[in-house]
Structure formats: C-alpha cells, structure tokens
C-alpha cells in the first residue's frame, strides 16, 4: 500500500467553523508533512511531524493547529479561517527525516466562505 | 534560505525532447528531486539524484552538478499525459522536509 490518503476531498466552510482534515498512511513512514497550495504556486510547508513529534512549524498562524495521534495519522485543526486560506492542503508522508521521495495524498479543496 | 529558480513555462509538440532546468542555492544540500502534478491531483515523485551525473528512468532521465548548483530534467518522447506542472527540490536546511521551486508548466501539443 503505497497510498497516502486524505479527507475529505472537498470542504466548504465558514470563518466561523471548526473543522479538520484528516491524512492517513500505512507504508510505516516516521515522518509527515502539511503543505498548502495555491492555484498556480508549489506547495508550501507548513508543518513537519517526525516520529509523531512536530519538528518544524513554518510560521503558520494558530487558526491551523496540527495533530498526530499515532505513526499513521496526521491531522489538521481549522478554526476561524479566512477566506485567503482557501487552497488546496496536502499531507505527505517520507520514510525518514532525510527527505528523498515524498507520497502525498490526492489533498483537500478548502474553500472558506 | 533554500531558494530555486526554473522556467515557468515550456511547450513541445508530441514525440519530441524537452529540458526543464533547475538552479539551486541551499544551506546544506542533500540532493535534488523532481515531482510531476497533473492539473487537480497530487504531486508525484519522478527522481532524485544526490550524486552529479545522469539518472534515467524510462523516458525521464535527470541530471545534477552539485559544483554548479544546476540540473535538469529531461524528458523524451513526449505524449499528451506528460503535460503537467514539474517542480524541482530541494531538502530545507535541516534536512528533513522538501522546498519546491515555483515549478514548469509543460504543454505537449499534438
């Protein structure tokens, strides 16, 4: 199983919502990544998770809290959104912390209205 | 800070070569990798090279000079499906998540 795999696919949602996105793999890789994408532009990272620990948070606001309950999931908390944080999120997952190839998944459309 | 610069746009017609290329300034540089997304979908991993040289895989091939901070990718045979946004990559300074540059659109026309 070479899949990383993320829901929902599409989400809509309001500056006033709480809502989460959720990722999940099971190729036994120790560390996972968030990244945000907007039309036309590369990912961008926001947080790295190694061995269920945040590493590294690229200077996200708070409104994105991440959270990794175990190796094979990664969430991500949204609250208070703005509509400028509508983009396409992306989780990814590596075997390592020494970055080679990288497995993302198919990402959430959010919308924030 | 990593920072990577590449043409924004290519065009082809099918059957032909292309070369993407790919200039890099890194603090600490641990390889240079390559992904496809297609409009709506997910990056894919297409090659990694950490050492100088050429990597061939099928009708992608990449290449790397580490003294010139520059490689390329090429791709040969172009169909239809290999028109796609192409990133190059690079490892941040500690090692341990991937920094795309702003990425090629290639457009295969027939």
């Known amino acids: 199983d070479t899949e990383v795999t993320q829901t929902p696919k599409h989400l809509v949602m309001g500056m006033t919502n709480k809502k989460s996105l959720k990722c999940e793999q099971h190729m036994g890789h120790r560390a996972m990544y968030w990244y945000k994408q907007k039309a036309k532009k590369p990912p961008e990272l926001m947080f790295v998770y190694s061995y269920e620990k945040l590493s590294i948070n690229e200077s996200v606001p708070s409104r994105f809290s991440p959270e990794c309950p175990n190796s094979s999931l990664l969430n991500l908390h949204l609250h208070a959104l703005q509509p400028e944080d509508s983009a396409l999120y992306l989780c990814?997952?590596?075997?390592?912390?020494?970055?080679?190839?990288?497995?993302f998944g198919q990402g959430t459309r959010l919308t924030v209205v | 800070g990593q920072s990577l610069e590449q043409p924004s746009e290519v065009t082809a017609v099918e059957g032909a070569i292309v070369q993407i290329n790919c200039t890099y300034q890194t603090s600490g540089f641990y390889g240079l990798s390559w992904y496809q997304q297609h409009d709506g979908g997910a990056p894919t991993f297409l090659s990694y090279?950490?050492?100088?040289g050429l990597e061939e895989t099928g009708r992608f091939s990449s290449f790397l000079s580490r003294s010139d901070s520059y490689g390329y990718l090429l791709l040969q045979e172009l169909q239809m499906k290999d028109s796609a946004s192409y990133f190059c990559a690079v490892s941040n300074q500690a090692g341990t998540a991937l920094i795309f540059g702003k990425g090629t659109t290639l457009s295969v026309s027939s």
């Open positions: 090279n950490a050492l100088d």
């Open positions: 990814a997952s590596s075997q390592g912390q020494l970055n080679t190839e990288a497995f």
